[in-house]
Every structure is written in structure tokens, then in C-alpha cells.
């Protein structure tokens, strides 16, 4: 039997941030997945890399450091850059007012408040009357996660040697054995990054984190005959990001929005708005908690976000997709790393950022094992 220096548990972007942290320090790594492609949250999902807005503190430090890999990765790998920068549209003088706020923070380094004119040239297509300004940042990043997940596994297989089983699903962990339906696999240290698999291995740790399930709504729509600049969203995000939702100001936000469109809020509903090579748009997204979800899409749902995106472009392209999807979540926990055995970490992002923050987490991991 093979032993490896690293065994992960888990594809997704976790799993791999853990995979490339270790596979630079030369070490053996195997990665396992029950899939055998990558087919949940880490591929359902805008790609964006959100750095400004993140929580202060450990979260956005995450993302400022996750930000550097993937940039890292786009030259090493060939992942492509598709939007630089982030354009946050604001509707109502109480949005303005959190960015105003949030422009006198230190998280706000690099970042310019626009007014209304200003906004609009920064991406024409807008509709003015609705637009009262803005604030540019240029630390996001996009990326179409649906090829580049693969794009990071073959280029961790190739380059740095790491091996994939998938359609592999580990039962049990007994330190340095998981035990799987194909076979023991032997490991010095163990990662298991479950994304949203609360049953599976460790139930008890990831429950002790009041873990439970997010499931947003999402869609693809037409080619605009426009190009995005880059990233965009508007109010109801900023009740979303932490940076700009803990100010004081944001508070008259969402009074306001209450009124205007509370059906939007209780439903969680915000809106992004990216762009991907094709030129077709991926907007969303709404968030419904519980421990199990159903997998069905409600138009309604979708009606709100489209509803938004219209009161910034006037119209909506045709809808060429729609999807749910479904990561972990917990209050007071963006993400943890617990330690179930010595030899063993488990990793979980509970705040739908593993794109914007896993990177990071898995050089912290490894650095934790490996000294």
C-alpha cells in the first residue's frame, strides 16, 4: 500500500487550496473525491474573488492572500482573469451613505467613491435615473469556476505529481488509514474538506459548529451586446458583505429597503452581476437556510433577482440557465478548522466565500501540520 504525506478529502476548492499548499512543499498528496468531477459548490457559483467587503480581520486577510494565489495560478495554470475590479452601483442616499462610511475605513485602501456620473462611465449601459453613485474597488477578481477547477487539477497532477482518485468515497477515518469502498489509503496527515456533507465523516465536529445548509438560486443570462468592465452589485449586497453591513449607516439601508422590497430581503435576494468569455451574463443569487433543501428553483425567486438587474440595465437578456446550489453555513463562523486527531484537520467554509478565502485557509492548514 502507497503511503502519501497528505491525503485530502474533497475536490472542490477547498480540498484543492489544501492540495497546491502542500504540493509546493514537495510533499506526496493524494486528493479524493466522490465525484468524479467537480459538481457542487465550488462550480455553482459567479467565481468572484470578493476582497474588498469581506469582514475585517482574519476574512479579509483570506481574501487579500487568496487573491495573490489565484493570480499566481492564472500565469502557472492558464486560468484566465475575466474581471479585475468590482463597480458597486448605489440606488438610494442610504446606500450612499454606507459607502461613504465604508470609504473612510482602512479595508477601503485603493478604493474611489464615484459619483452618479461617474458611476455610469465606468459602465455606460446603466440606466442614470436610478443611479445616485458608487464606489470602484480594484482588488476583485473573476474567474470561471467551472473550467478552472479542472484547469487546478491538472495542473497540480502534471506540475507537482498530486494524484486524484475519484469517484472514491471515503467511509471512515482511522488515522493514518480511510478506509474507502476501493481500498485502504494510508496518509501521514489527513484534510477533509466536506463542503456541504454534514453526515458523512465527523458529524459530531461539524455539528458542534450549529452548521446547517444555504441554498441559492442563481441564472445565466444572453450575450447583452455590452461588456461588464467589471463585477457588479448594487443595495441589497451591501447588506450582505460584512464590511459594509456592521456600519452603522447600513442600518437606514435596510429600514428603507424593508419597505421598498421586502419580499427581496426575506428572501436574501442580492444581486452580482458577472460576465464570462461567451459574453453571456451569470447573475443571483438568493439564500434560504435549513438543515435539508429541497433541490427546486422558485420563479419568483428568480423574478427578484431579475427584478434588480432590470432597475440597473432597464431590460433582462433572455434566461439561458437556471440552477440551485448549496454550501455550508453558520452564524459567527465564516470557517473553521478543528482538529478531530492529531494527524487530522477538517476544513469548512461556512459563508459561501471558498472562492474569495479557500486558498488562504489551506496554507494555514498545512502550515498547522507540517510546521
Sequence with gaps: MATYDLAVVGAGIIGLG?????????????VIDRDI????????????VVVSGQEPGLSRQRAERSREIWLGLSKQAGIDILHRGKLVVAQRPEAMA??????????????????????????????????????YSPWELRIESREAL??????????????????????????PLLQTGSGDIRADKIVVCPGDDHTTLYPDRVAAYETHRCKLQM?????????????????????RYQAYAALPEAQALRSRLQIECGDALDNEVHLIVVQSADGSLVVGDSHHYGHVLDPFGLEDIDQMILGEFRKLFGRTPDVLARWTGSYSSARGHPAFIDAPHEHVRLVMVTSGTGASTGFALGEETITELFG
Design 98 to 135: 454606507v459607502l461613504d462610511a465604508f470609504a473612510s475605513s482602512p479595508e477601503a485602501e485603493g478604493c474611489r467613491v464615484l459619483t452618479a456620473r461617474e458611476s455610469v462611465n465606468f459602465q455606460p449601459e446603466l440606466a442614470a435615473n436610478n443611479i445616485v453613485g458608487g464606489l
Design 18 to 30: 489544501h492540495a497546491l499548499a502542500a504540493a509546493e512543499r514537495g510533499l506526496r498528496v493524494v
Design 37 to 48: 468531477q467537480a459538481n457542487g459548490a465550488s462550480i455553482r457559483n459567479f467565481g468572484l
Design 219 to 239: 441564472l445565466r443570462l444572453a450575450d447583452p451586446g455590452f461588456r461588464l468592465n467589471q463585477a457588479l452589485i448594487s443595495d441589497l449586497s451591501l447588506l
Design 150 to 175: 479542472p484547469w487546478i487539477g491538472s495542473f497540480l497532477s502534471e506540475c507537482h505529481g498530486v494524484e486524484f482518485r475519484r469517484g472514491v468515497a471515503v467511509s471512515r477515518i482511522l488515522p
